[in-house]
């Protein structure tokens, strides 16, 4: 590949969109160009090292038993109309009308259609496990779209539908998917964790993430050291402490006290000189139309995931002001105490209270002193509050440590949710009917290369992991108006090729800063420079990107030279 002759329009001025390190590289390295907001088309090299990460996850798809195919991007609303998620999937989903106005959408994911295959093709014990897998563009309409390839509207997903005759085939195809998945970031050279997850509009019981450790990452995890659980902040398990009151405030009766105006934790907390924790937030939400009463301690974050699956709805709005008006509430000062008709969900740890301000339903005016159950009743009871850094691991008692993560991938156990709305059924070893036992697994491809470079870059670019680069080696002569050094050059660039190194050669009319700065932005594992030295004395320079090393190299032995410190550098990248 020679430089003149492929598109890498190399950029200088970022857009201010571009806020995080794979973002701006990608677009300045010319891999990247933005169409739309969260639509993006890939140039030369960004393709190439897309091909390349899909290589890995197709060689350990395959490896496991997977069988690729093609499902279309453009699906029938109809079966998402029976699987009964054409209204659940909400507005994320692109949705369009063919010319006889019937619906259809750009999927966001393929559980649908892939079931309805199985359910026509499949009738047998025998044909099971089944694992299909694709690698194609996926659609949603993402509400922020952002950070590049990170978030966007349009993004390619590698996913893989498991198909078994019974949970016991269902959980070895899952263990299968989370090896090959560890192998597949591995092989990409990336430093990730595994972590409990939730399985949010998929479904299902069991699910994990593959996060990439990183600093922009939009996940929260809490991890711990001592045995290793790790999950994401919105479904990590928090064991409830106990909090005694000993302030000024006798503990006994509970008594209405004027707030003037203080409607926040924080206001009422710093006037009545009552901490946080010993105060009651209570929030109203909308849960699939009903209005509830959501209580949690004043100190703690509310966890909306958590609160929907507690719940089991669909729709989750925090509701606004004049919904609480029309109950006849006050905004700023509601609480459980003398609140009429509404179900209280609490916090585990709300019960636990010995003393607690809350909202007294009257405008300027707070209890204090109320005692959980004691002065109001609680309907349910459950973990609702996000956990926090330095809390007990709910496993082992250790405390956590908190990171940020991308998330790369996610497997889930899906039992029979999807079979059994779309009637996939098949004839067990007794000839009685059962319904499939499903999982599903997806990569995020477009995701996992934006997340290589947030972990792989320094202030001149990208450091690609040799076993994604879009080429292994540069060549950099330092003038091309030089015949003798461009005869060199494209001599070591036929002997490289030739051995299957996958080679640039940069002819292009620059001066040599111009080259070098565009290698390191670029990222090319090593590079090789011809010069003075070369012609003087038959060496060249190679430098390796990772870590800045040069070295004066024979010419005769660079090609050798190059082969081993490739092959050196894939080492557990195989
Ligand atoms: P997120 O929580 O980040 O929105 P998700 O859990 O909705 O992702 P999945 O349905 O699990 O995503 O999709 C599988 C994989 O596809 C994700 O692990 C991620 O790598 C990738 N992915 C999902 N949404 C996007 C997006 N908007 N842009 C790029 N990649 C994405
Ligand atoms: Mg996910």
Not at 71 to 95: A, N, T
Not at 106 to 120: A, D, K, W
Not at 171 to 180: I, L, Q, T
Not at 386 to 415: H, M, W
Request: aromatic residues 8%.
């Amino acid at each position: 590949m020679r430089a003149t002759e492929i598109l890498i329009p190399t950029m200088k001025e970022l857009p201010s969109e571009a806020e995080i390190p794979s973002h701006q590289l990608l677009l300045k390295s010319g891999m990247i160009r933005r169409v739309a907001a969260g639509i993006y088309t890939y140039l030369p090299l960004g393709l190439r090292v897309i091909k390349k990460i899909e290589k890995i996850v197709r060689e350990e798809m395959d490896k496991e038993g997977g069988q690729e195919l093609l499902l279309p991007i453009i699906q029938p609303g109809d079966i998402w109309e029976e699987s009964g998620r054409w209204e659940v999937y909400g507005e994320e989903m692109f949705k369009l009308n063919d010319r006889h106005d019937r619906g259809f959408c750009l999927g966001p994911t393929h559980e649908e259609i892939v079931t309805v295959l199985v359910r026509s093709e499949i009738s047998s014990y025998k044909q099971m496990p089944l694992l299909l897998y694709q690698i194609q563009n996926k659609y949603r309409d993402e509400k922020r779209p952002r950070f590049g390839l990170m978030r966007s509207r349009e993004f390619i997903m590698k996913d893989l539908y498991s198909f078994d005759q019974d949970i016991e085939g269902m959980e070895e195809s899952y263990e299968k998917m989370y090896k090959a998945y560890s192998n597949i970031f591995r092989r990409c050279g990336l430093e990730y964790t595994v972590v409990d997850a939730d399985s949010g509009a998929i479904g299902g019981a069991v699910s994990h993430e593959f996060m990439v450790l990183a600093d922009t990452g939009e996940a929260e995890i809490v991890y711990c050291d001592e045995c290793g659980y790790a999950a994401n902040t919105e479904i990590a398990e928090c064991s409830p402490s106990v909090v005694e009151y000993s302030g000024k405030f006798h503990k006994s009766e509970k008594d209405l006290v004027s707030t003037p105006g203080l409607k926040s934790i924080e206001e009422v907390s710093e006037y009545l000189e009552i901490p946080p924790q010993h105060m009651i937030k209570s929030l109203l939400y909308e849960a699939d139309g009903e209005l509830i009463c959501v209580l949690i301690r004043g100190d703690r974050q509310i966890n909306e995931i958590k609160l929907q699956n507690a719940l089991d709805c669909v729709d989750l709005w925090l509701a606004p002001d004049e919904i609480i008006k029309r109950q006849n509430l006050i905004v700023g000062f509601v609480g459980p105490a003398n609140l009429k008709g509404l179900r209280i969900i609490a916090d585990r740890e709300v019960s636990l209270m010995d003393f607690a301000v809350v909202g007294a339903n009257k405008p300027d005016y707070h209890y204090i002193g109320v005692v959980p159950r004691r002065d109001f009743e609680i309907n349910e009871e459950y973990d609702l509050r996000t956990i926090e850094e330095d809390e007990a691991c709910p496993t082992c008692g250790s405390t956590l440590n908190k990171t940020r993560g991308i998330e790369v991938g996610q497997v889930f156990q899906l039992g029979t949710n999807y079979s059994e709305a779309l009637n996939a059924v098949f004839t067990d070893e007794n000839g009685k009917n059962q319904n499939i036992q499903m999982g599903c697994y997806g990569i995020g491809i477009s995701r996992t290369m934006a997340s290589a470079i947030e972990q792989n870059h320094d202030e001149n670019g990208i450091i690609w992991p040799i076993s994604i680069a879009p080429l292994h080696v540069v060549i950099i002569p330092v003038s091309s108006r030089d015949t003798e050094m461009m005869d060199i050059a494209e001599n070591l660039y036929q002997e490289l090729s030739e051995k299957g190194i996958e080679v640039m050669l940069d002819d292009r009319d620059e001066s040599a800063g111009v080259k070098f700065k565009d290698a390191d932005l670029i990222g090319y594992p090593f590079k090789i420079v011809i010069g003075k030295r070369t012609l003087k004395n038959k060496t060249v320079d190679v430098g390796n990107r990772k870590d800045s090393q040069e070295a004066a190299v024979e010419l005769d032995k660079v090609c050798h030279y190059i082969g081993s410190l490739i092959d050196s550098e894939m080492g557990d990248l195989k």
